[in-house]
DNA sequence: TGCAACTATAGATTATTTTGATAACTTTGC
DNA sequence: GCAAAGTTATCAAAATAATCTATAGTTGCA
């Protein structure tokens, strides 16, 4: 039983299938295929039943490969822990962040954290909160940049800022008049909303429904908040936008953005990690890019 | 960096020595320098300094071994859950016992343990209290049988059964006349008792200074219960003696055994293993072959 | 039935590990 | 200080293991 057994067999395990998993290990099919082979030999068990599209595992496989995902994590934080003994920044990071704070936030400090730390390849993945938590789980993500508050106890949190809710209001709409907007003004009618799924639309489900118990449709959804932004000026309806988003409305467009009346009118911005063998100064590097990115402005 | 690479590591680390190691390992010492020499270049640090004497991690190394130990850990319990799975009892079990249990327990349950379990290879070492826990630590033991009570955190216990503590007084003492002995009626200066580093001479001492304060100094002291009983018997003094050594006093002495009044006169047998990655279905066999065997009288 | 996609098998090739012999280096005792 | 004993490092050859290419055998789907 090799380590490199294991990692074959957790690329199965993850891709569901032989081929496209010796793909993702570099190496061809047959060789995967004789590995995983003397792996259950070893075991004395069948790990995988290669008659399901895709493969699944047995009984026994899912015992081994949950194992198996503990291994390899103790192994490659023996690395990890070297590195870090070294002082040095370096090794492969993946990062998950999600849809509302990619398009405001990435391009602001990667360019810097790859300059500065030239020997870590990052690669960054735009996820829904659930899918992070998955993924954290089992080690296809590293780390994940997300609204915090509701991590399951596994996955470890680290605050990095608050970042506050404005209204975002059509020149139409009766609530352009204000500067300020209360939550109970709000005609959940015209709130626009992005699409089911991502956690800002369940916080500002949640900071409305804090004011009032109806519970209403929204007329229109999307996926991303720009897109919801254009709709509402182009109709009478409005919607809750982040502020990292601010800059990045056009200034014509400015007047449209109000302050919302008191209460916990913000979501905490977060690292999210899970608890067991994180690339701690990895992790620590990506923390110090952006805590300097965002106290810049 | 290979599982290989990280046991002859550790082997190193255990032994103190490359040409030890190598033999441990069963391969030639090239061999083993040479796999060693490999990790150092991959993970780019110097882990052992071979110019002391016992070789000694450098502290690069130090931390490469604590976290290569967990590594291997949870590599051995990968084949290990398959085993349980498999409602397997078998593999390799490391098995410590305190010299104040060992000679009154284990020929009771071994037979009986072996047979029943046949593809279990069986590996018993007497060893003092202290020294088991520092073995259990680095896996140079899976589990052993002790006096409960003041376990590490990190060390687990299951509670088998009490002993109770008889007291064996020679004819020549006065307490001879006497059935019952008073723990306060114990002259400290007739009682012998087991050399230091014994957990049954620590639990006796405390038993008596519960009763009084005065801090005597003894006649004499033994490795071995017997060797104390002989002793005992050709001077005036008297010991004390868990009650599972109390089938082995010969017949013409079973008139010097005496109970002991009142108090927590007694010790725990528990079986002891770390908290993580025990060998759990093999500690169990274990487990229940002895209670059956103690139960059974 | 036949095609497409997949996994298994076989023999040749390549890479890695181990070995045995030996050299270089440390300690220890005299 | 200088052998003698013990320990680790080096090197080329042999043994072992992993990989590749090519191909055969599955299974699912039209």
Same mark, same amino acid.
């Given at each position: 039983?090799?380590?490199?057994?294991?990692?074959?067999?957790?690329?199965?395990?993850?891709?569901?299938?032989? !081929?496209?998993?010796?793909?993702?290990?570099?190496?061809?099919?047959?060789?995967?295929?004789?590995?995983?082979?003397?792996?259950?030999?070893?075991?004395?068990?069948?790990?995988?039943?290669?008659?399901?599209?895709?493969?699944?595992?047995?009984?026994?496989?899912?015992?081994?490969?949950?194992?198996?995902?503990?291994?390899?994590?103790?192994?490659?934080?023996?690395?990890?822990?070297?590195?870090?003994?070294?002082?040095?920044?370096?090794?492969?990071? #993946?990062?998950?962040?999600?849809?509302?704070?990619?398009?405001?936030?990435?391009?602001?400090?990667?360019?810097?954290?790859?300059?500065?730390?030239? #020997?870590?390849?990052?690669?960054?993945?735009?996820?829904?909160?659930?899918?992070?938590?998955?993924?954290?789980?089992?080690?296809?993500?590293?780390?994940?940049?997300?609204?915090?508050?509701?991590?399951?106890?596994?996955?470890?949190?680290?605050?990095?800022?608050?970042?506050?809710?404005?209204?975002?209001? !059509?020149?139409?709409?009766?609530?352009?008049?204000?500067?300020?907007?209360?939550?109970?003004?709000?005609?959940?009618?015209?709130?626009?909303?992005?699409?089911?799924?991502?956690?800002?639309?369940?916080?500002?489900?949640?900071?409305?429904?804090?004011?009032?118990? &109806?519970? !209403?449709?929204?007329?229109?959804?999307?996926?991303?908040?720009?897109?919801?932004?254009?709709?509402?000026?182009?109709?009478?309806?409005?919607?809750?936008?982040?502020?990292?988003?601010?800059?990045?409305?056009?200034?014509?467009?400015?007047?449209?953005?109000?302050?919302?009346?008191?209460?916990?009118? !913000?979501?905490?911005?977060?690292?999210? &990690?899970?608890?067991?063998?994180? #690339?701690?100064?990895?992790?620590?590097?990506?923390?110090?890019?952006?805590?300097?990115? &965002?106290?810049?402005?």
């Amino acid at each position: 039983m090799t380590i490199i057994q294991l990692e074959y067999l957790l690329a199965v395990a993850n891709c569901g299938s032989f !081929s496209a998993a010796s793909e993702l290990c570099f190496v061809t099919q047959p060789s995967l295929s004789m590995q995983i082979k003397n792996l259950e030999e070893e075991l004395g068990v069948i790990l995988l039943d290669r008659s399901k599209k895709p493969v699944i595992p047995t009984d026994a496989g899912e015992t081994v490969i949950r194992n198996a995902r503990e291994a390899i994590k103790a192994y490659n934080y023996i690395k990890e822990s070297v590195a870090e003994l070294k002082g040095e920044i370096a090794g492969h990071l #993946k990062l998950g962040v999600i849809p509302t704070i990619a398009p405001y936030l990435l391009h602001r400090f990667i360019p810097g954290f790859l300059a500065r730390y030239p #020997k870590v390849e990052l690669e960054v993945k735009e996820m829904k909160t659930a899918d992070i938590f998955k993924a954290l789980g089992h080690d296809s993500l590293d780390a994940a940049i997300i609204a915090g508050g509701m991590c399951p106890d596994e996955i470890a949190e680290q605050e990095l800022f608050d970042d506050r809710f404005f209204a975002y209001v !059509s020149p139409l709409n009766p609530l352009y008049e204000r500067n300020n907007v209360r939550i109970e003004d709000i005609d959940m009618k015209e709130l626009l909303l992005l699409s089911d799924g991502h956690c800002l639309r369940d916080q500002i489900l949640e900071l409305c429904h804090a004011h009032r118990a &109806v519970h !209403s449709t929204c007329s229109f959804e999307s996926g991303s908040l720009d897109t919801l932004m254009r709709i509402v000026d182009n109709t009478g309806g409005m919607t809750i936008i982040p502020e990292m988003a601010l800059p990045y409305v056009p200034d014509q467009r400015k007047n449209q953005i109000k302050t919302l009346a008191k209460g916990a009118t !913000s979501r905490k911005i977060t690292i999210a &990690v899970r608890r067991t063998y994180v #690339k701690s100064s990895l992790i620590n590097a990506l923390k110090k890019s952006i805590m300097e990115c &965002v106290s810049a402005n």
